[in-house]
T-cell receptor, first 109, second 115 residues
């Protein structure tokens, strides 16, 4: 059974720091991995999608890497801003999307 | 906007009552998904619809849960005889089709509280 774990569960940092959020999964047989952002009352927003054949994806200040063989992905956020405060979820696609429990990020000025 | 919408945004109900949650997918999206997110937990898949095919109900937690979708339009998730453990945020998503290559777009969710 596929299980997805995210570490840390919560993170509070001052503005400007570079951050790394971690995601691990138990079964490497995945089609892709996605990182989402969840804001209260606004559902999920897809940030980055990495296909199983890819190693990383970049969008602005965000960079996500995927090491399928070791069952790990990291989301790197450069020069964090207060507007980055949200819960970050990773999810792996098998026949369904299977989500981790998220990392709650707070960036304070 | 043309995103996924859900109603109501919040619902408080008494234990034992039935509730209906509604999802309006993005126009033209043939696949529709329901998820549940309990406090402090990840999203759990409940059910998905793909066009006119039989829905995948493998994630429904009990026979008190059911969902319907007419064609490629609105879907309703019904929970009968609600229990306190049903309290959660229920999220709906849609995509152009089912499968790994199609991104799912999520609605804002319905927060259900069973008292």
């Amino acid at each position: 059974k596929q299980e997805v774990t995210q570490i840390p569960a919560a993170l509070s940092v001052p503005e400007g720091e570079n951050l790394v959020l971690n995601c691990s999964f138990t079964d490497s047989a995945i089609y892709n991995l996605q990182w989402f952002r969840q804001d209260p009352g606004k559902g999920l927003t897809s940030l980055l999608l990495i296909q199983s054949s890819q190693r990383e994806q970049t969008s602005g200040r965000l960079n996500a890497s995927l090491d399928k063989s070791s069952g790990r992905s990291t989301l790197y956020i450069a020069a964090s801003q207060p507007g980055d405060s949200a819960t970050y979820l990773c999810a792996v696609m098998t026949d369904k999307l299977i989500f981790g429990t998220g990392t709650r990020l707070q960036v304070f000025p | 906007g043309a995103g996924v919408s859900q109603s109501p945004s919040n619902k408080v109900t008494e234990k034992g009552k039935d509730v209906e949650l509604r999802c309006d997918p993005i126009s033209g999206h043939t696949a529709l998904y329901w998820y549940r997110q309990r406090l402090g937990q990840g999203l759990e898949f409940l059910i998905y619809f793909q066009g006119n095919s039989a829905p995948d109900k493998s994630g429904l937690p009990s026979d008190r849960f059911s969902a319907e979708r007419t064609g490629e339009s609105v879907s309703t998730l019904t929970i009968q005889r609600t229990q306190q453990e049903d309290s959660a945020v229920y999220l709906c998503a849609s995509s152009l089709a089912s499968g790994a290559t199609y991104e799912q777009y999520f609605g804002p969710g319905t927060r259900l509280t069973v008292t």
